[in-house]
């Protein structure tokens, strides 16, 4: 039963997040819906133009020109930025993020011209610019004046002072304009001069001192609401949360959280900059763009959280633990979170992905240099990969780092190792290719760690042996057999050269102790249990020094483990510096201040 309860948990935990990546989906497009109405409510509606229009022409022609504006909104005229109408172009001004009207141009002339002057976006710009200028004066709404006037025999609209200190010409009303909104020159000039008092005096309205606590006070508590619900979030990943293995674990990745955190926090956020007339336009179009934006990044996390699971199963199977996978994911990751930034700011930008990434292309100089590591590390790693020069785990020494230790993380840019003192190096992973390192991965491989130490022996202390010397030896274990060759080998030179019998002694001297003890050490060495036979065994007298004579010992034990390796050895050395006095042999030593004791 307990089993069964446990798996049902499981179960409901993946029915909640697919419920709730669900619920993310709703609850966006409800808010591009929301969004949406509201931009269509801040622009001249049917209601709105009704009052304004009947003020200035006949009721019959206001409900014509009504209609057609219904027609126009249907087909989507006040809804977008920018578009076309048949042969007109349009494109909307805006101030504090809200659409205030659209302007026109020929598509012909558009496209024919060369004219900058005549280019739609730089006439959007300039009545902006004079917009944001008037409002930056922070004029009172009741000191100004919106009205058409006839300049040059071209309809405008004026906006200036009362006291007619400060007069400005906004724009032109051009017959594309009256064509695009279905109403003559003179009409749309009296109702846009309207349209623009309105928008001038809600703009002073809301950089008013009491306009901006309140919006602050509400942006407050917008906070407070996504603080809420992220803990809300927190805790029910807690409560749901498997408490089985760590590869379970792994399947609910505490990261995973980001995504929930993701979609409240990303709509809230343009919710609280919409609040404010200085950052209403990005706050609009954070919300306009928040199923694509949140989508996007819900398929990012995602898609990261399956290559962090995919990296830590593959580091944690012996069979591919060679490979380097994580600089592989990291290169993928790297790729993602470029495509993923290219397709936002496409979005953002309502640009082809195409364009983007041309433009892109253009700074390629740049990127190389900001990604300079990255680049080198991705060839390092390829480098690596195919020669395995090291893998995770591998023992490495690299002194000009202070590397000493296990590999425990190999990145796109740098190599993790964790020295034997259980410090942290960080080693460029294309060190390790421009630089030369030692990995010790072989030598377990091998089934054998070398020793290699030697013994200095007083050349003061060596000499030929005599008769009782190899009586003596002759009783010793490992030695004896060695002796008795020793010995025939002499008689046998012996006979052929026919030597006498007082000769016999002087093949006694042949013999020296400081050959015995060599022998010793050999046989020693082949009689110990731990010492490999299948690798290098050698006992060598080196060239003789200022501190004696060099007994080298050159061999494997069978045990690479560390700490059995150091006993293995230590037994060893401690066996023959102490058998080093039974052959009348003295261990090299410098004099110290026991020595001049004893001369005392």
């Given at each position: 039963m307990h089993v069964l309860a446990k798996k049902l948990r499981l179960q409901i935990s993946k029915f909640l997040k697919n419920l709730l990546l669900l619920f993310v989906t709703i609850f966006l497009l409800f808010i591009n819906s929301h969004v949406t109405a509201q931009?269509?409510?801040?622009?001249?509606?049917?209601?709105?133009?009704?009052?304004?229009?009947?003020?200035?022409?006949?009721?019959?022609?206001?409900?014509?020109?009504?209609?057609?504006?219904?027609?126009?909104?249907?087909?989507?005229?006040?809804?977008?930025?920018?578009?076309?109408?048949?042969?007109?172009?349009?494109?909307?001004?805006?101030?504090?993020?809200?659409?205030?009207?659209?302007v026109a141009s020929s598509l012909a002339i558009y496209e024919a011209s060369n004219d900058e002057n005549i280019k739609i976006n730089i006439r959007v710009r300039n009545i902006e610019n004079t917009l944001t200028g008037i409002v930056k004066r922070n004029i009172e709404p009741s000191l100004l004046q919106v009205n058409p006037a006839v300049l040059n025999n071209e309809q405008v609209i004026k906006i200036s002072k009362i006291d007619q200190t400060q007069e400005w010409i906004l724009m032109t009303i051009t017959s594309q304009d009256a064509q695009l909104y279905g109403m003559s020159i003179p009409e749309l000039a009296k109702i846009r001069s309207i349209k623009v008092k309105d928008v001038l005096t809600k703009a002073w309205q809301e950089r008013q001192k009491t306009f901006l606590i309140r919006q602050f006070f509400i942006g407050l508590g917008i906070v407070i609401a996504m603080f809420v619900a992220s803990l809300l979030l927190i805790w029910l990943r807690k409560y749901l949360t498997p408490r089985k293995p760590e590869s379970q674990s792994m399947l609910w990745n505490k990261n995973l959280i980001q995504v929930g955190h993701a979609v409240i926090w990303l709509p809230g956020t343009g919710w609280i900059l919409q609040l404010f007339p200085y950052t209403r336009s990005w706050g609009v179009l954070l919300l306009q763009h928040s199923i694509s934006i949140s989508l996007t990044i819900i398929i990012f996390l995602l898609t990261s959280k399956v290559l962090d699971l995919f990296v830590k199963f593959s580091e944690a199977s012996e069979r591919i633990k060679t490979v380097p996978v994580r600089i592989l994911v990291q290169v993928f990751y790297i790729l993602l979170v470029v495509l993923?930034?290219?397709?936002?700011?496409?979005?953002?930008?309502?640009?082809?992905?195409?364009?983007?990434?041309?433009?892109?292309?253009?700074?390629?100089?740049?990127?190389?240099?900001?990604?300079?590591?990255?680049?080198?590390?991705?060839?390092?790693?390829?480098?690596?990969?195919?020669?395995?020069?090291?893998?995770?785990?591998?023992?490495?020494?690299?002194?000009?780092?202070?590397?000493?230790?296990?590999?425990?993380?190999?990145?796109?840019?740098?190599?993790?190792?964790?020295?034997?003192?259980?410090?942290?190096?960080?080693?460029?992973?294309?060190?390790?290719?421009?630089?030369?390192?030692?990995?010790?991965?072989?030598?377990?491989?091998?089934?054998?760690?070398?020793?290699?130490?030697?013994?200095?022996?007083?050349l003061n202390s060596i000499k030929f042996c005599d008769q009782e010397m190899l009586n003596r030896f002759s009783k010793m274990n490992y030695v004896s057999d060695y002796i008795e060759k020793k010995y025939q080998e002499l008689t046998e030179y012996n006979i052929k050269t026919d030597i006498t019998n007082n000769a016999v002694l002087k093949k006694d001297k042949?013999?020296?102790?400081?050959?015995?003890?060599?022998?010793?050490?050999?046989?020693?060495?082949?009689?110990?249990?731990?010492?490999?036979?299948?690798?290098?065994?050698?006992?060598?007298?080196?060239?003789?020094?200022?501190?004696?004579?060099?007994?080298?010992?050159?061999?494997?034990?069978?045990?690479?483990?560390?700490?059995?390796?150091?006993?293995?050895?230590?037994?060893?050395?401690?066996?023959?510096?102490?058998?080093?006095?039974?052959?009348?042999?003295?261990?090299?030593?410098?004099?110290?201040?026991?020595?001049?004791?004893?001369?005392?």
């Open positions: 931009q269509l409510k801040e622009l001249p509606s049917g209601e709105d133009l009704s009052s304004n229009i009947e003020d200035i022409i006949d009721t019959q022609n206001s409900e014509s020109l009504i209609n057609k504006q219904k027609e126009l909104s249907n087909l989507g005229l006040f809804d977008e930025t920018s578009g076309s109408l048949g042969n007109i172009i349009y494109s909307a001004v805006k101030i504090d993020g809200r659409i205030v009207f659209q993923c930034i290219l397709f936002i700011v496409s979005d953002l930008l309502q640009q082809p992905l195409t364009n983007i990434m041309a433009g892109v292309g253009a700074g390629s100089a740049i990127l190389m240099l900001v990604f300079k590591d990255s680049i080198l590390g991705f060839i390092a790693g390829i480098q690596l990969t195919t020669n395995n020069m090291v893998a995770l785990g591998d023992w490495i020494e690299m002194p000009k780092y202070g590397a000493d230790g296990s590999v425990i993380e190999v990145s796109l840019i740098t190599v993790k190792v964790q020295n034997w003192d259980k410090t942290i190096t960080l080693i460029p992973t294309y060190a390790l290719v421009s630089d030369s390192f030692k990995n010790w991965r072989t030598m377990p491989e091998s089934g054998g760690r070398r020793i290699k130490r030697a013994v200095y022996i007083d042949w013999i020296t102790n400081i050959g015995i003890f060599r022998a010793y050490i050999v046989a020693y060495l082949q009689a110990h249990p731990q010492i490999s036979d299948t690798l290098t065994f050698l006992v060598r007298q080196l060239q003789s020094t200022e501190h004696g004579l060099p007994i080298e010992i050159y061999v494997f034990s069978s045990d690479t483990r560390w700490v059995n390796y150091e006993n293995i050895q230590a037994d060893i050395f401690d066996h023959i510096l102490s058998i080093v006095p039974e052959f009348e042999l003295r261990v090299f030593q410098n004099v110290s201040g026991y020595d001049f004791q004893k001369f005392n």
